[in-house]
Every structure is written in C-alpha cells, then in structure tokens.
C-alpha cells in the first residue's frame, strides 16, 4: 500500500516537476476566484472568458469561438502555448504579463497560490492525463 503510493507520487512528480508542493484541495478553492470568468469542462460554454478544457495543448488565445484581446493574440505569436511557467507569470499579474488583456483579475500574490491552481487546472483540463 505505502510502496504503491510513494511509487503514484513519483510518476505524478516526474509528469510535473513543480507539481512536488501542488495541493489540488487547495488549487480548486483558488479557481474559485476564476469560475465567475472561467468553465473547465470539456464543451463548457464560455462566460466572460474562454472555456478552458484544453488549455495546455490547443495553444494561447486559441479558443476559436472566443474573441480575444489584440494583445492577447499578439502574445500568442510570441510564446506559443500555455506552461507552467508562463502561466504562472500570467496569473501572478495579467496585466503586466499581457499589457492590454481583457482579463480583469488583480492576480494571484502568492506562489502556493499559483503552483496548486495550475496542477489543478492540469488536472480539470485534461492535460495530465
Ligand atoms: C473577470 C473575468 C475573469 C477572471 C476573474 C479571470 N479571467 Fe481569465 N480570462 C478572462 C478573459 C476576458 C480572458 C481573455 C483575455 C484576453 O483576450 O486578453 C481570459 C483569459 C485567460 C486565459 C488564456 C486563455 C487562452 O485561451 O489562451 C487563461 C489561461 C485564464 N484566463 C485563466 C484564468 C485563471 C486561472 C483565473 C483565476 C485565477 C482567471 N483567468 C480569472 C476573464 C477572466
């Protein structure tokens, strides 16, 4: 039982290396401060902003019945697609990582903040799977 565990944790470590400190709890009570912009589940509609299912892989500002910023898609010719890097830079301060974005969130300060939103949104999006 206790191998079997250490051995799940250390595939999910190696999937995510920042993942190491994720608490996925704590990730879901942080997207609440996202879901009044925000759905996650495949086919969701979008609200204010995209859906997100998919996130990690179809590319930024790739939504296509989404209408993106300017700046937002200017972004996208620049980095490509979501990480958890530049996620992370993105959600610290939105409007300082994406000067001109549509999103109207102040940020999020704190590191563990960030670190357990993004394994969570891993998980809901279908990237870790
Ligand atoms: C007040 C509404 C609002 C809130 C709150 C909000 N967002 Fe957004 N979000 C948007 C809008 C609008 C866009 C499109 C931005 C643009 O085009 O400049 C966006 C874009 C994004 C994108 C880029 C999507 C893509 O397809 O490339 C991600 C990722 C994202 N938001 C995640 C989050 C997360 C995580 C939170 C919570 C910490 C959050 N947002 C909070 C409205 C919001």
Same mark, same amino acid.
């Given at each position: 039982? =206790?191998?079997?565990?250490? +051995? $799940? %944790?250390?595939?999910?470590?190696?999937?995510?290396?920042?993942?190491? /400190?994720?608490?996925?709890?704590?990730?879901? =009570?942080?997207?609440?401060? *996202?879901?009044? *912009?925000?759905?996650? /589940? #495949?086919?969701?509609?979008?609200?204010? $902003?995209?859906?997100?299912?998919?996130?990690?892989?179809? !590319?930024?500002?790739?939504?296509?019945?989404?209408?993106?910023?300017?700046?937002?898609? /200017? @972004?996208?010719?620049?980095?490509?697609?979501?990480? #958890? #890097?530049?996620? +992370?830079?993105?959600? /610290?301060?939105?409007? =300082?990582?994406?000067? !001109? %974005?549509?999103? +109207?969130?102040?940020?999020?300060? @704190?590191?563990?903040?960030?670190?357990?939103?993004?394994?969570?949104? =891993?998980? &809901?999006?279908?990237? +870790? &799977?």
């Amino acid at each position: 039982m =206790k191998i079997a565990m250490i +051995a $799940g %944790t250390a595939l999910a470590f190696s999937q995510a290396a920042s993942a190491e /400190e994720a608490d996925l709890e704590k990730g879901a =009570k942080v997207f609440k401060k *996202c879901q009044a *912009c925000h759905t996650l /589940e #495949e086919g969701a509609s979008n609200k204010i $902003g995209p859906n997100l299912y998919g996130m990690f892989s179809r !590319g930024v500002a790739a939504k296509e019945d989404f209408r993106y910023s300017d700046a937002m898609t /200017e @972004k996208a010719g620049e980095i490509g697609s979501w990480n #958890e #890097e530049n996620l +992370a830079e993105y959600l /610290e301060n939105p409007r =300082k990582y994406v000067p !001109g %974005t549509n999103m +109207a969130f102040a940020g999020l300060r @704190k590191e563990s903040d960030r670190t357990n939103l993004i394994a969570y949104l =891993k998980q &809901e999006t279908g990237a +870790a &799977e």
